[in-house]
C-alpha cells in the first residue's frame, strides 16, 4: 500500500487536480508550511491527512514526512503535478524503489530543452532510502536500484512568467547559500552562454518557439545568477 506525500504552500488553486490523481493511495499525506489561502481546509476537504509544520528547508522536511507516513511504501508528489492514470495503475503494485518520466508544462504546451522530460525517482519503500541535497534541486536516494515507471507526471512548475522569473531567483539563491562546490573565475562567465547553447541547440529548446527562446535565455540568467552568488559568499 502507498502513502503519497505533497508538500504545500499556498496552493488552493491547484490542490484539487494534485490529490485528485492520487486516488488510488491508502493515504495521501499533506505537509503543509503556513498556507493563508485555505489550502489546509480544501486538502482535508478532499480526504487528505494534513500535518502543519515550520518550514525546515526542502530535504529535512521531506525525510521528516518519509518518516510520518503510515504506508510501506511512499510516492512524493509536488502541488503542481498530476499522476497519470497508466502512472496510478503501476503504484497499485509498487516497487521497492520507482523512477516516472516527468512531462513541463506552459502556456499549454508540452516544453523542451532543458525543461523538457525527465525522469526523477520519488517512489521508495520506507527505510529503503532518504532525500539528499544541498537546499535546491534535492534527490531521494534509494538502497534498491530504482525501476522505470510506466505512465508520466504532468508538471505546471509556473501559473505566470513572475512567478517562473521569482521561482529563478530563489533558486539561485539557494544554491549560492547552500553549495560546498568550489567556484573559479569562468564559471559565471562561461557557463551561461554553454547552457545557452545546450538549452536551445542541443536539447531542442527551439521547437518552443519564441517560449523556448525566453527559457532557455532564463536558464542562462539563472546559471550566470547562481555561480555569481557563490563567488560573492566565498569570496
Known amino acids: 500500500m502507498v502513502s503519497v506525500v505533497v508538500l504545500?504552500?499556498?496552493e488552493a488553486d491547484r490542490i484539487d487536480s494534485a490529490l485528485g490523481s492520487a486516488g488510488f493511495a491508502a493515504e495521501v499525506l499533506v505537509?503543509?508550511?503556513?498556507?493563508?489561502?485555505?489550502?489546509v481546509e480544501r486538502a482535508r476537504a478532499l480526504g487528505a491527512r494534513v500535518e502543519v509544520w515550520p518550514w525546515a528547508g526542502f530535504v529535512d522536511t521531506r525525510n521528516r514526512?518519509?518518516?510520518?507516513?503510515?504506508?510501506?511504501?511512499?510516492?512524493?508528489?509536488?502541488?503542481d503535478e498530476v499522476i497519470s492514470p497508466?502512472?496510478?495503475?503501476?503504484?497499485?503494485?509498487p516497487p521497492d524503489a520507482g523512477r516516472v518520466l516527468r512531462r513541463n508544462h506552459f502556456r499549454d504546451r508540452e516544453l523542451h530543452g532543458s525543461f523538457g522530460p525527465t525522469r526523477v525517482v520519488r517512489l521508495v519503500r520506507r527505510g529503503g532510502g532518504r532525500w539528499i541535497g544541498e537546499g535546491v534541486h534535492e534527490t531521494l536516494a534509494t538502497d534498491a536500484e530504482p525501476v522505470?515507471?510506466?505512465?508520466?507526471?504532468?508538471?505546471?512548475?509556473?501559473r505566470s512568467d513572475e512567478e517562473r522569473h521569482r521561482k529563478l531567483q530563489r533558486y539561485a539563491e539557494l544554491f549560492a547559500q547552500h553549495s560546498t562546490r568550489r567556484v573559479c573565475w569562468w564559471d559565471a562567465a562561461l557557463r551561461p552562454p554553454l547552457h545557452f547553447v545546450k538549452s536551445y541547440l542541443l536539447m531542442g529548446g527551439f521547437r518552443d518557439g519564441r517560449l523556448g527562446l525566453d527559457l532557455a535565455l532564463d536558464q542562462a540568467r539563472y546559471v550566470r545568477a547562481k555561480w555569481a552568488g557563490l563567488?560573492?559568499?566565498k569570496r
Do not use: C, K, M
Not at 505537509?31 to 489550502?39: F, K, L, M, R, V
Not at 514526512?65 to 502541488?79: G, I, N, R
Not at 497508466?86 to 503494485?93: H, V
Open 8 to 10: 504545500t504552500l499556498n
Open 31 to 39: 505537509i503543509d508550511s503556513g498556507s493563508t489561502d485555505g489550502t
Open 65 to 79: 514526512a518519509l518518516e510520518a507516513a503510515s504506508q510501506d511504501y511512499v510516492f512524493f508528489l509536488d502541488a
Open 86 to 93: 497508466e502512472l496510478a495503475r503501476a503504484l497499485q503494485s
Open 148 to 158: 522505470d515507471l510506466p505512465g508520466q507526471l504532468d508538471h505546471w512548475p509556473w
Open 231 to 233: 563567488a560573492r559568499r
